[in-house]
């Protein structure tokens, strides 16, 4: 039996799953342009010979005017080679003739493969952070929208006390501010190449080659290379990545959680004429977040792959090769698909404002309780004493489905300490948004 592993971005050239597959990413990871950053080394190479006067400027004209690359000939000629840059190269000298000779000189395979993963990564994350820049001015906007909007919090999935779907929405944007910082450092750490040679130690070119091919690539150059660039750099990256990816799953599991019949506070958007189910046409299922969940786990389990590859014997072998092949370009079409799905899913997301008043009342005022609990202190209760009654009472409305505030005004010992006013002003909703602006603008401050 032939097994046939494809990558993500393999996989989506099929009809079902084209979808997830984005454009921008497909101009950096599929294999014509994947051939084309690898030229794009092999040629500053040749640039930087001949500017340390080893490769006549007639030689390098040639190389530069014919250089190309031929994806069927690459495919032909490694089904006898069985080495796809000897393939590459030599496509490549089919196309320059004689002038050839001096390309790939003193190189080693990874020096150009890790130095054209290398832009490749920079000019996927250039894509990346524009597109999380994007998606967290979406969530800012829509938390501004109802930044004072109340709704109940919930701790260990049960009412706790108000706070405010703003509130909700702005730790959401934080957190994806947070991540796009992690992502721009990264950036700087994984931009750097290596013209070193074969372990390292620049015996069949030098220092200068590398630092003048670097300065017309736009990376650094490693500080200290093997055959190949340490992969910690790489496990970093996709480690950042699946961080985010879980940013991305913590809001997608919110949603999924409002969006339960028995809350019904958020609703993802829902098509005209999309259909939920296949026997109950009544559902409209949360399929977008669920999505985001899936995803998610496939950045952590990638980003696992990574840390497996750092640790190669002695100067380089091979076995993190068919790992990266998958798994980089994977994370970055996973991580564009599911920042675009999320900004769909977050700027058209239908808020329930019927259901979230609903909810703020459903237990009867229980939720006030800590209000009530710390008027009894200020009126000189010790702690225990108050958080006795104040807990009694609770219980009783909890059981009984009886109103928490009547229960209160009437209970003989809270009656000694607070007054009528004083007890309907720890039921005031208000009380919980007072700081709302203040939190804001920290959070933009940032």
Request: glycine fraction near 6%; proline fraction near 2%.
């Amino acid at each position: 039996m032939k097994i046939i592993l494809k990558t993500f971005g393999q996989v989506m050239e099929g009809a079902v799953i084209d979808r997830y597959k984005t454009e921008e990413m497909s101009k950096i990871f599929d294999d014509i342009n994947r051939f084309g950053y690898w030229l794009k080394v092999e040629l500053a190479v040749c640039k930087a010979w001949n500017k340390l006067g080893k490769i006549p400027d007639d030689q390098l004209k040639n190389i530069l005017d014919n250089a190309s690359f031929d994806i069927d000939r690459i495919n032909e000629i490694e089904k006898t080679t069985n080495h796809d840059v000897i393939s590459f190269l030599t496509s490549v000298a089919e196309k320059v003739g004689p002038s050839s000779r001096f390309i790939h000189m003193g190189m080693t395979s990874s020096d150009m493969l890790d130095t054209a993963l290398a832009l490749q990564i920079k000019d996927a994350l250039d894509i990346l952070i524009k597109e999380i820049d994007n998606f967290s001015d979406i969530v800012l906007k829509r938390a501004e929208e109802t930044k004072y909007l109340p709704v109940i919090g919930r701790t260990h999935g049960i009412h706790a006390e108000i706070t405010t779907i703003g509130l909700k929405l702005l730790s959401f944007y934080a957190e994806i501010k947070r991540n796009l910082r992690r992502i721009e450092r990264i950036k700087d750490e994984i931009a750097v190449g290596k013209i070193s040679g074969a372990v390292g130690n620049y015996a069949n070119l030098s220092p200068e080659v590398e630092n003048t091919t670097m300065e017309f690539l736009g990376l650094k150059a490693d500080e200290v290379s093997t055959q190949v660039i340490s992969r910690d750099r790489h496990a970093n990256l996709l480690t950042v990545l699946a961080i985010y990816g879980a940013t991305i799953e913590r809001i997608a599991v919110d949603i999924r959680s409002m969006q339960r019949t028995e809350i019904g506070e958020f609703e993802e958007p829902f098509k005209e004429g999309q259909k939920g189910s296949s026997a109950m046409p009544h559902k409209r299922n949360p399929i977008l977040s669920e999505r985001m969940v899936g995803m998610a786990r496939l950045l952590r389990s990638n980003s696992i792959a990574a840390m497996e590859n750092v640790a190669l014997w002695d100067e380089r072998d091979i076995s993190h090769s068919s790992v990266e092949r998958v798994i980089i370009p994977d994370s970055f079409h996973l991580t564009l698909y599911m920042t675009k799905k999320m900004e769909y899913i977050l700027k058209y997301l239908y808020i329930r404002k019927d259901n979230i008043g609903k909810n703020i009342n459903l237990t009867n005022g229980v939720i006030f309780s800590q209000r009530v609990l710390l008027k009894l202190i200020e009126k000189g209760a010790t702690r225990e004493d108050a958080y006795k009654v104040v807990q009694e009472n609770a219980m009783v409305s909890w059981k009984e489905k009886r109103n928490f505030k009547d229960l209160i005004k009437n209970d003989p010992i809270i009656k000694e300490l607070i007054g009528e006013n004083e007890i309907e002003e720890c039921f005031d909703v208000g009380y919980y948004t007072k700081y709302v602006d203040f939190i804001f603008n920290r959070v933009k401050e940032v």
